[in-house]
């Protein structure tokens, strides 16, 4: 059984910088795509970063391009997300979440149909 367990939210001021973990276990994570989605109170989940196991490639939407980044860690079966320069707009509940047998630009392009499994959220908020 897949568990994503994600860390490192908390309360941050606009302009200021997050970095969130999710610890992945119960696979071999290697044919795997895994990434980053958010919710905002009273819309819906949204597709934030993704990165292909094996290879380390990645994809962003636009919304986040140049600002987050990223990456995994093979040793620690560890994803991270480097959050930059966070904007209000930001403040989010923040999913790992992981795609069998898939790719970055895949998850990326599938939205919520492209996950398969899900940790339980972390929230970010970002004030002024």
């Known amino acids: 059984q897949v568990q994503l367990v994600e860390s490192g939210g908390g309360l941050v001021q606009a302009g200021g910088s997050l970095r969130l973990s999710c610890a992945a276990s119960?696979?071999?994570?290697?044919?795997?795509?895994m990434g980053w989605f958010r919710q905002a109170p009273g819309k819906e989940r949204e597709f934030v970063a993704a990165?292909?196991?094996?290879?380390?490639?990645?994809y962003y939407p636009d919304s986040v391009k140049g600002r987050f980044t990223i990456s995994r860690d093979n040793a620690k079966n560890t994803v991270y997300l480097q959050m930059n320069s966070l904007k209000l707009e930001d403040t989010a509940v923040y999913y790992c979440?992981?795609?069998?047998?898939?790719?970055?630009?895949?998850?990326?392009?599938?939205?919520?149909?492209?996950?398969?499994?899900w940790g339980q959220g972390t929230q970010v908020t970002v004030f002024s």
């Open positions: 990165v292909t196991w094996s290879t380390g490639s990645t």
């Open positions: 979440a992981a795609a069998r047998f898939s790719a970055a630009q895949t998850m990326g392009v599938r939205g919520l149909r492209g996950a398969d499994y």
């Open positions: 119960g696979r071999t994570f290697s044919s795997y795509a």
